[in-house]
DNA sequence: TTTGATAATGAAAACCATTTTCATTAAGGA
DNA sequence: TCCTTAATGAAAATGGTTTTCATTATCAAA
C-alpha cells in the first residue's frame, strides 16, 4: 500500500485520539456519510441517512458529533438563513475548500460557484491581511454569498 | 422646506401606502428607532427599546414588523450564526451600503469594515454580472464575512 | 364625519431546531 | 480484565420565531 494513503478506519483515527476524543460507532457512520455526500446537509438529513443504516444511532449524537467536528476543522457550520444549520465535510487533511455561495431568497436553493473564484481568492487574501493587521484578527475563514432570485423562482412569476 | 427632503412622518410613509401597508404606531417606533440605531439589532434589543417609549407594543408586532420591512427592503435581516437574526435599516432611498463583516467565532463581535471595500466592490460587481448571466440568478444583494479571533479572545489564551 | 371592510395587534399557545439532563453503556489505557 | 470517564439515547427543556384568535384601529368610501 502507498504511502501516504489512508488506510484502515480512516485518515480521522489519529485526529480524534491526539485530541482526547474516543472513535465510536456513531463518530464513523457520520463521517463516513458526510465524506461520500454532496455538501450542505442539515443535522435531521444526517440523522435519517445514518438512522436507516445504523439505528442505534441517535439524533442527539448527531448534533453532539457535528459539534465536535466542527470544533476539530474537520467539517464546516454553514447558515443560509433557512433557521437550520448545515453541515459540509472539510474535505479531509489537505485543506479547506471555498465558501462562494448563490442562495435563492425564495426557495433556498444554494449553489457553489467556482467560477470568478481565483481572483476573488487573491483579492480575499489580501484584504485578509490587511484586516487582520488592522484589527488585530486571526482569520481563519471566510464565505461570500451572493443573494437573489434563481431561474425556477423568476419564472413563477 | 428644500424640495427632496423627508417631512412630515418622514418618507417610508409613501412606500407602506403604496404598498397597501397602513401606518402604525408600532411601525413607525420601529422605523424610527432602527433609523436612529447603531445597526445588528435583535428582534429583542428592539422590542426592549420600543417599549420603554411605547409599552403598548408587542414582540409580536416586531417580528411582524421586520418581516414587512424586510420584504419591502427598508430593512436588512442578517445572520451571525448566533442563533438570532439582526436587523439593519437600510439606509433610507439613497442606496444600501455593505454588508462586509469580521465575525469573531468566539465571542460573536462583530465588525463592520470599510476598508478595502472599493476593490472589493468592484470584483463583487463583475462576479455578480458572471454570476447573474451563468446561473440566470437576479442578484440583489451579496454578503462578505471573514471569521476568526478577536484581540481580546486571543488574549484570553 | 361616520361607517364599514379588513389590516394590524397583543397575549398565549404552538413550533421546531437545538441543547441539556440524567441514568446507562462502552472505549481504551492501565 | 478492570476501571475511569467519555459517549450515548430518550425525554425534557430551551429559546427564538411563528401561528392562532379574538379584539382594535386604519383609512377609503359614503
Known amino acids: ?72 476543522g474537520m467539517v464546516y457550520k454553514l447558515d443560509f438563513g433557512d433557521g437550520r444549520s448545515r453541515y459540509e465535510f472539510a474535505e479531509g487533511p489537505k485543506g479547506a475548500h471555498h465558501h462562494h455561495h448563490l442562495v435563492c431568497t425564495q426557495c433556498n436553493k444554494i449553489i457553489d460557484y467556482t467560477d470568478f473564484i481565483d481572483d476573488e481568492v487573491e483579492l480575499l487574501n489580501q484584504t485578509e491581511k490587511g484586516l487582520g493587521q488592522k484589527y488585530k484578527f486571526k482569520i481563519t475563514n471566510h464565505l461570500i454569498q451572493f443573494y437573489g432570485v434563481c431561474e425556477e423562482c423568476s419564472g413563477k412569476k
Chains 1, 2 share one sequence.
Open 1 to 72: 500500500m502507498p504511502r501516504g494513503e489512508c488506510r484502515g478506519q480512516g485518515w480521522w483515527h489519529g485526529k480524534f485520539r491526539g485530541c482526547g476524543y474516543r472513535l465510536t460507532l456513531g463518530r464513523e457512520a457520520i463521517l463516513d456519510i458526510l465524506s461520500k455526500s454532496e455538501s450542505h446537509l442539515s443535522a435531521e438529513d444526517i440523522y435519517v441517512k445514518i438512522h436507516t443504516r445504523y439505528p442505534s444511532v441517535g439524533l442527539t449524537t448527531v448534533y453532539r458529533t457535528l459539534d465536535v467536528l466542527s470544533s476539530l
